[in-house]
Every structure is written in structure tokens, then in C-alpha cells.
């Protein structure tokens, strides 16, 4: 333990009792010493254990001595989690009280109202954001904002600075996310720079870093930097699977899958299997993102008929997200198979109808991949077959 707080992985030794009776010693006097961070970096490892771990702890402890230590702590830690699940009962009214007001006094209420102050409620608004997502994603951007505003409200003497650092993070990660599914993707490096930062300043849990680069990384495929987002996504599905949380880990091999099969469609379907194996299928932008992502490598590996017969399945699956990402997504979808078919009007319209967003958005990365599509087009009119190296490489949108 440094001289001023303990490391999340030493707060989690001691909780499960498997610090040595010097180190224990130590940490108990530090936490009786009232440091708001690091009880409440132990009150949130402590509510995200399946079991809870204070009780076996005090247990086993008992005989060294530090049963009112424990004890002291305990109550601490449970007065907090009395509060929080106070909180987190009333956070749905207060939600569907805020969201009865315009956005502008929705924001001046975030500022100025206490009772919009609190952990649980900015657990509940960044909650509705991402619910929101794709299909409502100007309310979704919107919330995004007032995430940030609230988390910028929570108390440190109450919370903890580290672990306020870490809703911060939380927040602005999810600004960036929304900015992403929106193509705008300056506005989101900008808002997962400022993630970044604020999670430097928090508690360092893993699985708070595991969160944040999984977005980085869905923002680095974005721009192309393909090998980097597949090792950097490899390693979080693998801190999700030391976790124990299948969904989580399965959702970060879908954007490696993504990140490796633009580059190599076979290996690409073959890692889409093991993630939908995983990941909750019954939310259904997974499902959206699976299916979009197989008719893609199918195509891309020269299975298009195989491809269409999927891709003409699917269509009701993109119908509930309004997002600009998914109607992109689906329009270079539709050309590209076009173009495999021999459906050169098609997917010259397709393609067409793509360019103006991103040449608006100014994503040259998916510009150049477009270009390739375009291009081969125009040689396949000429007569001119395009190598099939020349279309797998090439990226979308979704």
C-alpha cells in the first residue's frame, strides 16, 4: 500500500482475507483514519462481489485481534450501501420526473437541484444513455451530456474523489461512445481523451479500465488501426472472462471479431461465432451487430449469394435503430453484395448514397475503403475483375 491510499488489488486481499497480519494492520488503521477513498474503493468491491465478502472476513479475522476494527468498518460500509440502495430505488422517478422537462431545464435542473446529486442517479441516467444507443440517438447524446453534468455534482466527502473519478470516466466514455455511433469521431476522441484522464485519477479498477478500452478500441477500428484494437480487445475479453461476466467478455470479441475480420473475413467469422456464443443475444443490438458483421465476411470471403440470402432475413432486425451508423451500415451492406452479384447500378447507388456522409463527417479512413468498392465498380464495367484481396480489406461503418 503507497503512503496515502491502497491499491484496488490490496483492498480486494483484504476482503478476502488474504493479507498478511502486518498489511492488514496497516490498512484497518488507514480506513479507521476515515480516508473517503478508500472506503469507498472497498464499499465498491464489496457491492460487486455475487457474495458478500464482510462477514467472512470478520470471521476469520476475529482471532487476530481486529474484531471492532472490522466492526467499524462494516457499519461504515454498510450505512453507504444503505444509502446507495436508497438511492437507486428513487433514481427511476426521479428520471421520469427530469425527462418531463425540455433539454435546456433539464440541464438547469441537473445544476441546480440537489436531489439530482447523488451516485444513483447518475448510475441511471448513463443507464437510460446507453439503453437509448442506437435508437433514439439524439436523446441518447443528450443524456450523455447531463451524465457529465451530474457526475461533476457528486461530493467527494461523500463518494470519494477516486471513485468519482471513475463515474467520470464512465460518463464522458459514454459521451464518446455516442458521439461514435453518430460518425462523429473527433467529438469522440475528444470525449475518450477526457475518459481517459479521469480514470487515471480514480481507483485504477480493472474492470473500469477494462470498460474504457473497449471504447477506445471501438474508436481505434474506426480509424483503422486494426491489429492495435484486436490485441487491445483480446486483452479485455480476457479480464472479463477472469471475471466471470460472459456477456461483457463476449461483447468485446464481437468488436475484435469486427477488428479481425477486416482484415481476414474467414478468421473474422470464425471469432463472430465464438463471441455470439457468449455475448446476450437477446438484446438485440447484438444480434444487429453479429448478423451485419457475418453477411459482411461472408461476402468479403466470396460467399455472396450465401450472403444475400442472409442479408434479405435480416432486414427487419436494422429497422428499430435510428442511428446514422446503422442506415450507413446498411446501405454499404447492400451495395457490396450488389456489387458481388453482378448488380452494378445497385451498388453504384448504394455506394453514392454513402459518400456525402462520410465525405461530411470527414472519415477518411472509410472514404479510402469506399473508394476501393467505387473503383471496383468502375473496373468491373470496363470489364476489369478486381482481386479479391482488393475487397476484403475493405471497412463500414457499423
Known sequence: MSQQHA???TIRLFLCSELSV????????HLLSGCSQCLGAAGALAWRSPQPMLPAFRQ???????????????????????????????AGDQWQELRRHPPLRRRWRIRNDPRFGTW???????????ALGRRDPRLANELAELGVEAVAR??????????????????????????????????AA???TRARAAFVRGTGDLLEEARLVKLEMALATDRGELETAAAALGWVARVYRRSGMEHLEGVALLFQA????????EQGLALLERALQRADRGQSWVELFGRHHRIWFLDASGRPRQAAMLLAGSRSLYRPFGDLRTKIALRWLEGRVARSLGDLDTAEAAFAGVLPVLEERGLQFHLSRLALDLAAVHAERSGVTMQPCDRSVTNEAA
Request: aromatic share 6%; with cysteine; glycine share 8%.
Open 7 to 9: 491499491s484496488p488489488e
Open 22 to 29: 502486518e498489511e492488514a494492520s496497516v490498512l484497518v488503521r
Open 60 to 90: 476469520a479475522n476475529h482471532r487476530r485481534g481486529y474484531g471492532e476494527a472490522f466492526a467499524a468498518t462494516e457499519r461504515r460500509l454498510a450505512v453507504r450501501e444503505r444509502e446507495l440502495t436508497r438511492q437507486r430505488a428513487v
Open 120 to 130: 444513483g442517479f447518475c448510475e441511471r441516467l448513463l443507464h437510460e444513455c446507453l
Open 154 to 187: 457528486l461530493e467527494a466527502d461523500l463518494y470519494g474523489a477516486g471513485r468519482i473519478a471513475d463515474m467520470e470516466a464512465l460518463a464522458w466514455g459514454t459521451l464518446g461512445e455516442m458521439n461514435r455511433l453518430q460518425l462523429a469521431l473527433p467529438a
Open 190 to 192: 475528444e470525449a475518450l
Open 258 to 265: 469486427k477488428s479481425v475480420g477486416l482484415r481476414d473475413p
